[in-house]
């Protein structure tokens, strides 16, 4: 039966953007999948922790950093870590996929791998680790397993700073060994600490396994390899397989030195001695590195496609190959066997361990059950920000106020954000960030008058607004389809992603001429600048008044057009405009005199006008416009109530 038919995450979206489709393998600490980055339409391995850790909040902020640091590695002999992230009870890597297999696949297939190329392999591991050690970073776990062979030969290193996460974790407290077994170095096992001579010790004992086909040191239980790791050199590859030459000896012993300060000091001082190495044995026809190994990484049952495997996870716990979590025993000090330990018959070396190991298992548990119990870091996200920091510090944790960041959701000065994050278990008087909300980031209205729609849209855009209404009105200063104006105007304030209306200039606007008189007609169009031709033909209307125009009413003109004026049969008597009795008139029949309202401005001539009785009706000939150039009638007499139309 498949396995990954029961596996839950199989065809699960993660955070929204990595579909997993397939599982590759398992391991101590993870499992790797081949997903899809919808996002990007790209196939990733996704790096998912056991569940183990994942819950541990420890290991999570750790891990979280160990991640960053990764991805700021960018090397062609290490697997990209492009992306982080949680999704639930899930904490996973995204990295680069890289289809072909492991070093350790290698080694099963073929048994063991010549001096020149174990070299070829070892070139480009040394290059991605030295890489690593410049920015300071440290792998803690070289070993097969992490060397990947992909497809075309490339040779990638994973897993950087993974076990520096995990032992981070509240699963490993001061006393516990992260790591392989079978590469730690004495300093690792002793002391736990590491640098990147740890890393240099890992790669001497890798090298020495590629070449022999198996690891210097064994026995039935990992305290028994760690100890061989503090006490024992490593013997020369010769002393295993006779054809191996002497300066392949003299680079395991100066790699695998148990002590620190005689090893090469970094990954890229022992890549500079393998470099030598190689050319000493190929005359002068060393790999640079990076190159590829192209002869091991096709094996002949695998295919092409063959998938690439993390550590494989097996029943036997001392098996060298293995991330372990082991209890820290006391060695004496010294770099060579101590007489007393060779004069010891087997059953008091036993002994001896077993002392030892139980010595630190009770300090250990005193250790721990002195510390202080881990207390949660409440909740106070939403909660003004001075009022969140005097709560935090009461309860004793210490409090750093980040710099403040806009939010839409959250008012001004709560708290939006916290590190670590609410019911995180921390020690009492850890330190924790707070970060303020700015509230919605606000975005002046930029001054876009004078520019072309276009214009405006693009800068608007730029700014994160959009752009809503756009209005069209006449101007007879601003030319067609420039800006005039935008709501909210020029240096108010819109909320980031809101909307701002933009009026454009419609130009110059053919005014509504119909029933203005010729001759008021003919003065007002000759002073805006336009030509008039008159035609008269014969109609109900008022006698010399227009009837017909062209262009027509509000069309879209320039200056100095050219426009006709179709009159009503100016040779006809004069006939009041008394619409068919639609005015008051009193008792006796009165006629009033008609005001002369013309140059006034509108406010004053519709008084004038009522105040002598009449009934006034007002029509715009130019936006912008306040004084009364158009009457009719425009003298003479009227009955009571009669409409006077008032042209401006």
């Known amino acids: 039966m498949d396995t990954t038919l029961a596996d839950p995450l199989i065809g699960r979206l993660l955070d929204g953007r990595y579909r997993v489709e397939s599982r590759i393998a398992r391991g101590g600490m993870a499992t790797v999948y081949v997903a899809l980055d919808i996002r990007l339409d790209r196939t990733v391995a996704l790096k998912v922790m056991h569940r183990s850790l994942a819950e541990d909040p420890a290991f999570v902020r750790r891990f979280i950093g160990e991640a960053k640091s990764a991805a700021s590695l ?4 290490v697997v990209q870590v492009f992306d982080q992230g949680t999704d639930g009870d899930v904490v996973f890597l995204s990295m680069e996929y890289v289809p072909g297999r492991t070093l350790r696949d290698v080694l099963r297939e073929r048994g063991r791998l010549t001096a020149r190329e174990a070299l070829e392999v070892m070139i480009p591991v040394l290059a991605a680790l030295g890489a690593a050690h410049q920015k300071g970073l440290i792998h803690r776990d070289v070993k097969p397993e992490n060397v990947l062979l992909a497809a075309d030969g490339r040779v990638k290193v994973v897993d950087f700073g993974l076990a520096r996460a995990v032992e981070a974790s509240n699963q490993t407290r001061t006393g516990v060994m992260i790591g392989t077994i079978g590469y730690m170095s004495p300093e690792q096992v002793t002391t736990g600490r590491t640098d990147a001579r740890s890393d240099v010790y890992a790669a001497g004992i890798m090298l020495f396994e590629l070449v022999t086909g198996g690891p210097p040191y064994s026995g039935e239980a990992p305290m028994t390899i760690a100890y061989k790791h503090v006490h024992e050199d490593v013997p020369p590859p010769s002393s295993v397989v006779p054809d191996a030459p002497p300066a392949l000896d003299a680079l395991v012993a100066a790699a695998a030195c148990r002590d620190p300060g005689e090893r090469p000091a970094d990954a890229t001082a022992l890549l500079i001695r393998a470099v030598a190495t190689h050319r000493a044995l190929a005359g002068d026809t060393a790999p640079r590195a990076g190159e590829t190994v192209a002869s091991l990484s096709t094996p002949g049952a695998a295919g092409p496609n063959a998938t690439v495997s993390i550590p494989n996870t097996a029943t036997a716990p001392a098996a060298p190959g293995h991330t372990l979590i082991q209890p820290r025993p006391q060695m004496p000090e010294g770099r060579g066997p101590s007489r007393l330990w060779r ?51 009461g309860r004793g944790f210490v409090v750093v106020v980040g710099q403040g960041v806009h939010d839409d959701k959250a008012a001004k000065d709560t708290v939006v954000r916290m590190d670590p994050v609410a019911g995180t278990e921390v020690d009492d008087g850890a330190k924790v960030t ?36 756009v209005h069209r009105i006449e101007s ?22 809101g909307k701002v209306d933009i009026t454009l200039s419609a130009g110059l606007l053919m005014p509504d001429m119909k029933g203005i008189p010729r001759d008021q007609a003919d003065a007002w169009l000759r002073e805006q600048g336009f030509q008039v031709e008159f035609r008269e033909q014969a109609d109900d209307a008022q006698p010399c008044t227009v009837i017909a125009q062209d262009p027509a009413a509000k069309a879209e003109i320039d200056r100095n057009t050219k426009v006709t004026l179709t009159l009503s049969n100016c040779n006809t008597g004069f006939q009041w405009p008394w619409d068919g009795g639609r005015f008051d008139i009193d008792g006796d029949g009165a006629v009033l005199a008609v005001p002369n309202v013309l140059n006034k401005s509108v406010g004053d001539a519709r008084r004038e006008l009522q105040a002598a009785g009449f009934s006034v009706k007002t029509r715009k000939l130019r936006r912008g416009g306040g004084i009364v150039r158009g ?18």
């Open 74 to 77: 960018s090397h062609p002999n």
């Open 343 to 393: 004069g010891m018959p087997p059953a008091g070396r036993f002994l001896t361990v077993l002392g030892a190991v139980m010595a630190v298992a009770i300090g250990l548990t005193g250790w721990y059950f002195a510390q202080s119990d881990p207390i949660k870091v409440p909740e106070v996200r939403g909660k003004n920000i001075d009022l969140a920091r005097s709560q935090m510090e």
């Open 434 to 469: 707070l970060i303020p909300s700015l509230g919605p980031k606000m975005i002046a209205v930029p001054d876009l008058a004078g520019g072309t729609e276009g214009a405006a849209r693009e800068r608007l855009a730029k700014l994160g607004l959009k752009v809503d209404d």
């Open 476 to 497: 007879d200063t601003v030319a067609r389809g420039l800006v005039l104006s935008t709501s909210p105007q020029a240096g108010g304030k819109v909320r980031e992603g």
């Open 631 to 648: 009457q009719f009638p425009m003298s003479g007499h009227a009955p009571r109530g009669s409409r006077v139309t008032i042209w401006y």
